[in-house]
Each structure stands twice: as structure tokens, then as C-alpha cells.
């Protein structure tokens, strides 16, 4: 390879590696602006809010969160709807994926078919029936509400069937010889070998829970039961002038915190669900 | 150690057959090899006999017990398999404690298999590692170990050594024979590789599509072949096959001629045989450089293996065979060599690939 080439490729990559920097900056700016926004007092948001790095700076938008709000009701109940979507998503679909990869039952292919076509279904087509279905069985209001529609995961059976299958079946041959009733090849056996998609599922599903807006703005119409985004919505439409900016931008920064979280801790399996693999 | 009785086992996927009939006797302690060419049918076999695979039609018994409809796990069976097939998440100790587990054995007696094993198979210090920190041979020990701690009434191997490199495969061979020795328990092995059968085998079942071809001791199925297939298949270089035609025969010796002209005068009794066209098989050490035989060929490829020398022959007619030359033989590639036949070694294959040997 000559110095010329070898040059020319370091331009290249230098290039891009700045590009990526800009697109960096241009996703984060926004996130800087609401952290810093969150430590500044109301009362000079009101007249601007293009003070961001100069003093006088508050925690008192903090505190206002711990003392008087109802963010920490909404807290709760985001984690307990997230949590328990997806420890119940996980069951469900680890479950439904042996079953479709490990076991030969009837209809098996018509019924992976229909639940893949599943993904082509949009939220908003399958809401007005749910809405229906919760209000004959007068759930709305209750966690079971804001829990069991998203239980439907086409994605996540999808994803548990494609690693089962990928699991060497002589594994669960070694096992059976060992004399293993099946659910415990399950359950000993292959559900341990999947944790990297199960991890992959359980990131996903749970961000999406956290993240979820138009299912709780439909099902739960009493502030008791709102979960976080649809708090923080509600709160930004109604008291955004009354209650300041300052104190708005560190609600989102408390809500944003548990996410934040779990990307830090779990960054290589979302990289590598992003990137359409699992890790082994 | 158990006996296992397989009495007219087939097996068919759809309408695809692919073992028809299969009758066969394993002793109990013996170490009977099946071996064959891939798709023959032999792992499918040794799959039926540990109850994986569903049997269409025929009965299986271990220690005179009928199997054939029982879980793999109630056969009294321990397998080792080609991917090793250990558990990734568990420990040497707990792979091998496993299926102790299941069946409900005391702690006591779980740990005085396990160190009884580890100790035979040289894994003590590996106890604690995870499948992934151990090497190829080390996974492949544990495997065995495995298999042995369950002190089952036979084992069964599916190509356990064909993932392991050539100087691995040579040292676990023998371990395993050494094995075989002191456990005395009956075991059923599936290779393609005829090394690995002809060192390890008391018997060993030459298959072919689904069928056998051959029962014996290694010797006899190397020295006698049933058939065109076993003598191909066994032995390496593999025998030559000339075309032969019967020239005369009386009730002690069959003489052929070969197309080059060569006349071979065999030591077979023709009596039996018919009158059509016939191939003559001899292996390499039966056919030697010999620079005074007026057999006449050119050598093009020299291939000097240390303890001896083998040379492709291109005959007057086109056909070409391995012979054996001495090891420090100065023959050269190009060469024009004499062969000489071991005429008491020579085989002849009938048209329906049935083999005839000399007395």
C-alpha cells in the first residue's frame, strides 16, 4: 500500500470521525440545554432562556420534585407498568420462541406466520378495540390495563425463536440423555444459554414501557394512575407558565434518569441489538 | 456392562428410506465400531439406539430389556457427542454433576464419581473452569467424563474425535482404549474414519446405505472384504480394482488376464463363480516394485512416507495403481517400473461386487 493511500485513508477516516462528532453534538445539544435549563431559576426563564452557562444557578427545581409534585406517584407507576411488561414479555415470548423453534405441534407454521404478521399491525389500528375490551371489563385505571395489551410482542417471539433455534440442538440431546424432563431443559438448560436475547428483549421492552405514551393517555384518565410521560404532558400543557420552565426541564431530567441507567449499564447489548446480532 | 439387541430397525422420513432393515447383536463389553461413509446411515442408527431419533419399525433391547419406545434419559445410556455437547453456562463439575442430579443420586456418591473420574480422565484441576476456558481435548475429556460418571450400562460415541487435530485425535484415541480396558463396559462408536475403527474396534459394522455391508474383526474385514464397497472403503491407500477376464480356472486356482495382457494366476476357488466379467483387487503391499517383473508400468507420483514408499502406476492400458516400494527405494517420478503381484493376496469381485478370496 503506498504513503499516498495510507494518507488519503487518514483524511478519510478524520473526516468522518468529525462528522460524526457534529452529529453527535447536534443530538446531545438539546439534552445539554435541558440539563442546564433544570438547574436555573424560574423567575429569570421567564425573561430568557438563553442563559445557560452564566450564574445564578438553583437546585431548588429539585428539591420542588422531591417535596411537591406528583412525579414520584408517576415514578412508580412507570416502573411498575415497565417492570412488569417486561418480566411478563419475557416470559411469554421465551415460552412462545421454544415453542416454535424446539416443538412440532399442528398449525405451527400458520400460526409463526400470523404472529410475525403481527408486525405489520400499527398501534393505532388495534387502539379504539382495546379501548373497547378494557372498558367491558372495566379495567381502565389499573395496571392490568396499562400492562396486558403490550404483552403482544410479534418482535420479541420473533427474536426468542431465532435464538432458540440457534442454540446447537445436541445441547438438549446431552441434556435429555441426562435425563431431563423438558421443562427443565428449559428452564436449566437452553433459557440461561439465552440470556444475551433475553437481555436484548428485556432493554427494548422496557425503554418502550417507560417511553409509552398514547396506551396510558387513553387508559388512564385519573393523575393517580398516569404514568411518567403522560404526567410530564400533562403537566408541560397546564402549568409550563405557572410552575417555570426551570422546574418542567428537571422533572424531564428525573424521568430521563433511569433510562440514562440502563444504557450505561447495558450499552453492549443494545449496540449489538441495534446492530441486528445478539452476544454470545 | 449391557448387551444391545437391534431386530429389524427401520427408519423412513416420509417416504424417504433411509435405513431399511437392520438386524445386528452387540455383545455386552465389546466395542463395536460402525463405520461408513457420510448418509450411510450410521449416526441415524446410534441415535435410534439412544432413543433421539423414533424408530419407524423393529425393536431395540438393552440387557434383554425392551427400549424402543423409552426416553433417552431411561436407557441406561451415556453418549458422547461430535460438538462435545457440553453445557456453556456450567462448570466442569456441575456438567458432570448434572445428570447425577436427575436421577436423584446422594451428594456422597455424586462426588466420589466425579473425582473418580477426573482423576482417570486427568481433569482435576479443570473442575472449576467453564467449557469456554477449556481447550478442544479438554472439552472432549469432559464430554467422556461425563458420560462416564453416569456409569451406564453402554456408551455410545458420535464422532467424538473428528473435531480434535490429528495429534490430539491419535492421543484421545487411545485413551479411549485405555478406557474401554478398564471399564470393560460395552461401547458403540460412529466414524467415518477407518483409522479410528480398525484401532479401536473388537467389531466393527461396515454400512452403506443404511445396510450392512460387512461384520467382523478389523483384521478379517481388512484381509477378507465381503464386498467391492468394504475393500474400497477399508484401508488406505485404497485396494487397486483392475478389470479382469477368466481365462481358465480349475477347482483351487482362478488365472485371469488384465487388459494390459498381464495373466494372474490366483489362489481363489472359481468354482461358484459365473462366467462374467470380473475386477481384481490388491492392495499396495500386495503389489510391489519388482524391476525383474516383465509387468511393466511408468511411475508419476512418488509418495515417501518414512516407513515406506508408494508409487502411482500408470499401466500399458491407461489404468493406474498404488504400489509398495521399499522405504529407501531410489525410484524416481517418470521412472519405468516393473510390478510384482502377490498373487495369494489378489481378490476377485463378482458382478455383483461379492468378494472371493484365496484360501
Not at chain 1, 400492562?147 to 420479541?156: D, K, Q, V
Not at chain 1, 440457534?166 to 444459554?193: G, H, S, Y
Not at chain 1, 422496557?206 to 384518565?221: E, K, Q, R, T
Amino acid at each position: 500500500m503506498s504513503t499516498q493511500h495510507i494518507a488519503g485513508k487518514r483524511l478519510g477516516d478524520r473526516l468522518i470521525l468529525l462528522a460524526v462528532i457534529v452529529l453527535a453534538l447536534i443530538w446531545v445539544a438539546p439534552l445539554i440545554w435541558v440539563f442546564g435549563l433544570s438547574f436555573k431559576p424560574n423567575a429569570e426563564l421567564m425573561r430568557h432562556t438563553n442563559v445557560l452557562f452564566s450564574p445564578p444557578f438553583t437546585l431548588k427545581n429539585y428539591t420542588d420534585i422531591l417535596g411537591n409534585s406528583s412525579v414520584f406517584r408517576w415514578i412508580l407507576n412507570s416502573a411498575i407498568v415497565s417492570l412488569g411488561q417486561t418480566f411478563l414479555t419475557l416470559v411469554l415470548c421465551s415460552l412462545a420462541g421454544y415453542g416454535f423453534a424446539r416443538t412440532e405441534f399442528p398449525g405451527k407454521k400458520v400460526l409463526y406466520i400470523a404472529v410475525l404478521a403481527g408486525l405489520a399491525v400499527p398501534e393505532q389500528a388495534v387502539v379504539i378495540p382495546l379501548h373497547h375490551i378494557f372498558a367491558d371489563l372495566d379495567l381502565h385505571n389499573t395496571y392490568s390495563a396499562l400492562i396486558l395489551p403490550r404483552l403482544a410482542a410479534p418482535f420479541g417471539v420473533f427474536l426468542m425463536t431465532q435464538y432458540f433455534k440457534a442454540v446447537p440442538k445436541d445441547i438438549e440431546e446431552a441434556a435429555l440423555m441426562d435425563n431431563t424432563p423438558r421443562w427443565k431443559i428449559f428452564w436449566r438448560v437452553v433459557l440461561p444459554l439465552s440470556v444475551p436475547a433475553q437481555a436484548t428483549l428485556g432493554i427494548f421492552t422496557f425503554l418502550n414501557a417507560w417511553n409509552d405514551y398514547l396506551w396510558p393517555l387513553i387508559s388512564a384518565s385519573k393523575p393517580e394512575m398516569y404514568t411518567l410521560t403522560l404526567g410530564l404532558a400533562t403537566t408541560q400543557g397546564n402549568f409550563a407558565q405557572s410552575e417555570g420552565i426551570g422546574f418542567l426541564m428537571a422533572q424531564a431530567v428525573f424521568a430521563g434518569l433511569p433510562i440514562f441507567v440502563i444504557y450505561l449499564f447495558f450499552q453492549k447489548y443494545i449496540v449489538s441489538a441495534v446492530a441486528g446480532t445478539t452476544v454470545r | 456392562m449391557a448387551g444391545i439387541q437391534l431386530a429389524h430397525i427401520q427408519k423412513r422420513y416420509g417416504t424417504t428410506e433411509v435405513i431399511p432393515d437392520f438386524s445386528l447383536d452387540i455383545e455386552p463389553g465389546e466395542f463395536l465400531v460402525f463405520l461408513g461413509p457420510s448418509g450411510c446411515g450410521k449416526s441415524t442408527l446410534l441415535r435410534m439406539i439412544a432413543g433421539l431419533e423414533p424408530v419407524s419399525d423393529g425393536e431395540i433391547r438393552i440387557a434383554d430389556q425392551p427400549v424402543t419406545h423409552l426416553p433417552p434419559g431411561a436407557r441406561n445410556l451415556a453418549m458422547v457427542f461430535q460438538h462435545y455437547a457440553l453445557y456453556p453456562h456450567m462448570t466442569v463439575r456441575e456438567n458432570m454433576a448434572f445428570g447425577l442430579k436427575n436421577i436423584g443420586l446422594a451428594e456422597a456418591e455424586i462426588e466420589r464419581r466425579i473425582t473418580e473420574a477426573a482423576r482417570m480422565l486427568e481433569l482435576d484441576k479443570l473442575l472449576a473452569r467453564k467449557p469456554i476456558q477449556l481447550s478442544g481435548g479438554q472439552r472432549q475429556r469432559v464430554a467422556i467424563g461425563r458420560a462416564v460418571v453416569k456409569e451406564p450400562g453402554a456408551f455410545l460415541f458420535d464422532e467424538p474425535l473428528s473435531n480434535l487435530d490429528a495429534a490430539l485425535r491419535n492421543r484421545t484415541r487411545v485413551e479411549l482404549a485405555r478406557l474401554h480396558q478398564r471399564l470393560k463396559t460395552t461401547m458403540v462408536f460412529v466414524t467415518h474414519d477407518q483409522v479410528e475403527a480398525m484401532t479401536l474396534a473388537t467389531r466393527i459394522v461396515v454400512m452403506n446405505q443404511g445396510r450392512i455391508e460387512q461384520v467382523g474383526s478389523p483384521i478379517e474385514i481388512y484381509r477378507r472384504p465381503a464386498t467391492k464397497f468394504v475393500a474400497g472403503f477399508i484401508g488406505s491407500p485404497a485396494m487397486n480394482f483392475i478389470d479382469a477376464a477368466p481365462i481358465a480356472s480349475d477347482n483351487r486356482h482362478l488365472t485371469v488376464r488384465l487388459p494390459d495382457g498381464t495373466e494372474l494366476e490366483t489362489a481363489i476357488n472359481a468354482d461358484q463363480l459365473g462366467n462374467g466379467p470380473l475386477v481384481a483387487g490388491v492392495r499396495a503391499e500386495s503389489l510391489q516394485i519388482d524391476e525383474s517383473s516383465p509387468i511393466r508400468g511408468r511411475a508419476d507420483v512418488i509418495e515417501r512416507l518414512g516407513e515406506r514408499t508408494l508409487a502411482y502406476v500408470t499401466l500399458r492400458d491407461g489404468a493406474v495403481v498404488v504400489a509398495e516400494a521399499h522405504r529407501e527405494s531410489p525410484i524416481a517420478s517418470g521412472d519405468h517400473v516393473g510390478l510384482r503381484f502377490d498373487t495369494r493376496n489378489i481378490h476377485i469381485f463378482d458382478q455383483a461386487g461379492r468378494a472371493w478370496h484365496g484360501n
